[in-house]
């Protein structure tokens, strides 16, 4: 344990670091060389800048030169020149050339102004500056000049007049070089400066590398000229080098810096090696301490295993040793603890309960002749010994059973299982009929042998006593079953008792719904009757006035009266006459409807109106109105009239009677239309009470009424229901809410279907 421990802290720790390590050089690298190629770029254009302004004053004085000799100076052109000069610390030496490219006036420092008559007349038109600046004008640097005094390589300068004269300078080449240390500063990086054709005029490595290098050809001068060049890195013969470049134009040089990338840049090298130098000091220091410190973590560990290993050989439970450092570890022993606590717990637990058990219990081992390991209280009180005498005995040893009975006992085994009956003595010797139960199962590497014995002996008893109450259950059994067989024929006598007594119940309704017809009928007709005897009797006495008028002579009015008498009696009678006989038509109609269940074709709109007429009489004496608005045609139906005759009064007279109870005032309107599936809807709403929403679901079972003993049957709704859905072929279903009336729709086929029989349109 503490070889992984140790192994486990030291990868941890070098993982740790070597990510630490690496995050750092992946975060610093990147920004280092960022920060370099700035720094070199910011630097290589300060020198560009420095250069102009360092070479500046020389350009400045030969410009003043050019000035002087084009306004007609009043000195020689030679001594002006001269004085341009000076001590040759500035400038070394100074020509005029014609246009022609002849030398015609030189300014030369004291100490070579005798070596001016060896110039004058000198041709220099093959000089680089001539031929920059031929058919131009302005000012021209070179870095590679031959000096026409020493024939050795300096820088020049060279200014064309606008009378085409050439102003031709010389600067001393260590001027320049010093210029070039001057412009450059305190900065670390190697800066050349090019000229246009790629040769290094100079560098800041005190001109290591002058006239040795020439980029002409190289990409680096393509880049450059392409301006392209910044913060890419080129191959020169020192390796990899990152470049950043500045172009000036007045002096048409390059300033080319150049730095070492990756591990040549020294701040790159030194982050990595301190990087190494870091991880390896830390390697150091744990190897040093991980041993140390896995022997430290490991220490409760080893107690906690020193611990187990004592609980697991039952020995007492050594005390508990101070906490350690880790907290986890603190809480693995604590938890051990308890746990020790708790299975010697649930050991004591599995004792109590091997001993509570009130079965006979024993484990005995099958390898050693089924010794007895363990018996609990129930077994020795029921085989009558003690157990400090059974255990480590075996049943034969004990005479519980012989040899011959244990084998027999064996071979009724199925498998790990068995389950026998036998007899086994008590330490008295007297015999115990028993049910055995075993079972068979390995410990530790032992095979066990659990078995479990009930005594059977009662139990046999009580099935001798049990299979005599079945034999008397049976004989109970029977004559209960012929009681329950009378007693279903007696309901079954009363059940088509009930089911008469329902059809004389409908009857009754369908005789009360008629009486109030012929009520109806009796008074819709005597109104029509009686005006038409009034209207006879009138005409009976005008004949009588007429007849005694006859007598004293007939006059012109006594007939005019007559005439106008009769016509006018006659046309009452007529009128009332006609009036009776449609009357008598829809009530023949309607009866005839409802008192057969004949199939006709019809319009919705006939039945209604005929079953309206009906019921009109009913409602002529109440303050209720019944409103229709039912098309006149095109819902014509295919079914039977007296069924929805019926089912549509049933439910008018079922508002006037529960709806309007009570109420001062009442509206049943009857509405239809047709549905997309050549069904019709047909729906009566009235404004009356409303339904409770407790009988909602009972509306339409038989004698279900909030009326009963007050006129109700509660079979009105049951008829319509049953006519709608049995013999229409249609659906019945109410809406309501209590207090604002109710809806009851039908959905019926303009098409009834066909029926066996319409004797039942009524019948429940």
């Known amino acids: 344990m503490r070889s992984h421990l140790s192994v486990l802290l030291m990868l941890s720790m070098l993982l740790t670091l070597l990510l630490a390590g690496s995050a750092v050089l992946v975060w610093r690298i990147p920004r280092i060389d960022s920060a370099s190629r700035q720094a070199l770029q910011q630097e290589v254009g300060e020198m560009a800048a420095r250069m102009e302004v360092l070479l500046g004053n020389r350009q400045a004085r030969l410009q003043l030169l050019a000035a002087l000799l084009e306004g007609g100076p009043t000195l020689a052109p030679d001594a002006?020149?001269?004085?341009?000069?000076?001590?040759?610390?500035?400038?070394?030496?100074?020509?005029?050339?014609?246009?022609?490219?002849r030398v015609v006036a030189v300014g030369l420092p004291p100490a070579l102004r005798p070596r001016r008559t060896d110039l004058l007349g000198s041709d220099l038109s093959s000089s680089s500056l001539y031929r920059t600046l031929a058919g131009r004008t302005g000012v021209a640097w070179s870095g590679r000049y031959l000096s026409v005094l020493s024939g050795q390589l300096t820088a020049g300068l060279a200014l064309r007049t606008g009378r085409g004269e050439l102003l031709v300078a010389e600067v001393p080449f260590a001027m320049l070089l010093d210029t070039v240390e001057t412009a450059a500063g305190t900065g670390a990086s190697a800066i050349w400066v090019v000229d246009q054709a790629g040769e290094v005029?100079?560098?800041?490595?005190?001109?290591?590398?002058?006239?040795?290098?020439?980029?002409?050809?190289?990409?680096?001068?393509?880049?450059?000229?392409?301006?392209?060049?910044?913060?890419?890195?080129?191959?020169?013969?020192?390796?990899?080098?990152?470049?950043?470049?500045?172009?000036?134009?007045?002096?048409?040089?390059?300033?080319?810096?150049?730095?070492?990338?990756?591990?040549?840049?020294?701040?790159?090298?030194?982050?990595?090696?301190?990087?190494?130098?870091?991880?390896?000091?830390?390697?150091?220091?744990?190897?040093?301490?991980?041993?140390?410190?896995?022997?430290?973590?490991?220490?409760?560990?080893?107690?906690?295993?020193?611990?187990?290993?004592?609980?697991?050989?039952?020995?007492?439970?050594?005390?508990?040793?101070?906490?350690?450092?880790?907290?986890?570890?603190?809480?693995?022993?604590?938890?051990?603890?308890?746990?020790?606590?708790?299975?010697?717990?649930?050991?004591?637990?599995?004792?109590?309960?091997?001993?509570?058990?009130?079965?006979?219990?024993?484990?005995?081992?099958?390898?050693?002749?089924?010794?007895?390991?363990?018996?609990?209280?129930?077994?020795?009180?029921?085989?009558?010994?003690?157990?400090?005498?059974?255990?480590?005995?075996?049943?034969?040893?004990?005479?519980?059973?012989?040899?011959?009975?244990?084998?027999?006992l064996g071979r009724q085994s199925q498998g790990d299982r068995t389950v026998s009956k036998g007899t086994v003595r008590r330490a008295s010797g007297e015999r115990m009929q028993t049910q055995f139960f075993g079972q068979r199962f390995e410990l530790g590497g032992e095979r066990w042998l659990i078995w479990a014995?009930?005594?059977?002996?009662?139990?046999?008893?009580?099935?001798?006593?049990?299979?005599?109450?079945?034999?008397?259950?049976?004989?109970?059994?029977?004559?209960?079953?012929?009681?329950?067989?009378?007693?279903?024929?007696?309901?079954?006598?009363?059940?088509?008792?009930?089911?008469?007594?329902?059809?004389?119940?409908?009857?009754?309704?369908?005789?009360?719904?008629?009486?109030?017809?012929?009520?109806?009928?009796?008074?819709?007709?005597?109104?029509?009757?009686?005006?038409?005897?009034?209207?006879?009797?009138?005409?009976?006495?005008?004949?009588?006035?007429?007849?005694?008028?006859?007598?004293?002579?007939?006059?012109?009015?006594?007939?005019?009266?007559?005439?106008?008498?009769?016509?006018?009696?006659?046309?009452?009678?007529?009128?009332?006459?006609?009036?009776?006989?449609e009357l008598v038509h829809s009530f023949q109609q309607a009866a005839a409807d409802q008192t057969g269940a004949l199939r006709r074709s019809f319009e919705l709109s006939e039945v209604v109106h005929e079953m309206v007429v009906s019921l009109q009489p009913s409602f002529a004496r109440k303050p209720w109105r019944?409103?229709?608005?039912?098309?006149?045609?095109?819902?014509?139906?295919?079914?039977?009239?007296?069924?929805?005759?019926?089912?549509?009064?049933?439910?008018?007279?079922?508002?006037?009677?529960?709806?309007?109870?009570g109420r001062s005032h009442g509206t049943v309107r009857i509405t239809a239309g047709a549905l997309a599936d050549r069904r019709i809807w047909l729906h009566v709403v009235d404004n009356g009470r409303g339904i409770a929403a407790e009988h909602l679901n009972r509306i339409f079972d038989p004698f279900m009424t909030t009326r009963m003993g007050r006129g109700g049957t509660g079979l009105g709704l049951h008829i319509s229901y049953n006519a709608v859905v049995n013999l229409l072929g249609g659906t019945l279903t109410v809406d309501s809410v209590l207090g604002q009336g109710a809806c009851f729709a039908m959905r019926l086929p303009a098409e009834a279907p066909r029926a066996a029989g319409a004797a039942a349109v009524g019948a429940p």
């Open 453 to 581: 014995l009930i005594d059977i002996g009662p139990i046999q008893r009580v099935a001798l006593q049990l299979r005599a109450l079945n034999q008397q259950l049976e004989e109970r059994v029977q004559r209960r079953t012929t009681a329950l067989a009378q007693a279903n024929a007696d309901l079954s006598q009363t059940v088509e008792q009930l089911r008469s007594a329902r059809s004389e119940l409908v009857r009754a309704e369908k005789m009360a719904a008629l009486g109030s017809l012929v009520a109806g009928v009796a008074h819709e007709l005597n109104t029509p009757l009686g005006n038409g005897v009034m209207a006879i009797s009138a005409m009976g006495d005008a004949t009588r006035s007429f007849q005694a008028a006859m007598q004293a002579g007939v006059r012109r009015e006594d007939l005019r009266q007559l005439v106008e008498s009769i016509a006018q009696g006659t046309d009452i009678a007529g009128r009332n006459l006609r009036r009776a006989a």
């Open 201 to 408: 005029i100079a560098d800041t490595d005190g001109g290591r590398d002058i006239g040795k290098v020439n980029i002409r050809n190289s990409p680096l001068m393509q880049a450059m000229v392409q301006g392209q060049a910044d913060g890419r890195s080129f191959a020169f013969p020192d390796g990899q080098l990152r470049v950043a470049f500045a172009h000036s134009p007045s002096l048409g040089w390059y300033f080319v810096g150049h730095a070492p990338t990756g591990m040549a840049d020294p701040r790159i090298r030194g982050l990595v090696l301190a990087v190494g130098a870091a991880f390896l000091a830390c390697l150091g220091i744990g190897l040093l301490m991980t041993p140390l410190w896995a022997s430290y973590l490991g220490r409760p560990l080893r107690d906690i295993a020193a611990r187990a290993a004592s609980t697991l050989r039952g020995e007492p439970e050594p005390a508990v040793s101070p906490p350690g450092p880790v907290a986890e570890i603190n809480r693995l022993a604590h938890h051990l603890v308890r746990m020790a606590a708790a299975m010697r717990e649930r050991e004591l637990e599995f004792l109590a309960i091997f001993n509570a058990s009130p079965v006979p219990m024993a484990v005995t081992d099958a390898d050693q002749g089924y010794r007895l390991l363990h018996v609990n209280d129930a077994w020795c009180q029921a085989l009558q010994f003690r157990r400090e005498d059974a255990i480590g005995r075996s049943g034969v040893g004990l005479r519980l059973f012989t040899a011959a009975e244990r084998d027999a």
């Open 80 to 101: 002006l020149l001269d004085q341009g000069v000076g001590a040759g610390d500035v400038l070394s030496v100074a020509y005029r050339l014609s246009p022609q490219g």
């Open 626 to 661: 019944i409103e229709v608005d039912v098309p006149a045609t095109g819902l014509r139906m295919d079914s039977y009239p007296g069924a929805l005759g019926q089912a549509l009064g049933n439910l008018i007279q079922n508002a006037a009677l529960h709806g309007f109870d």
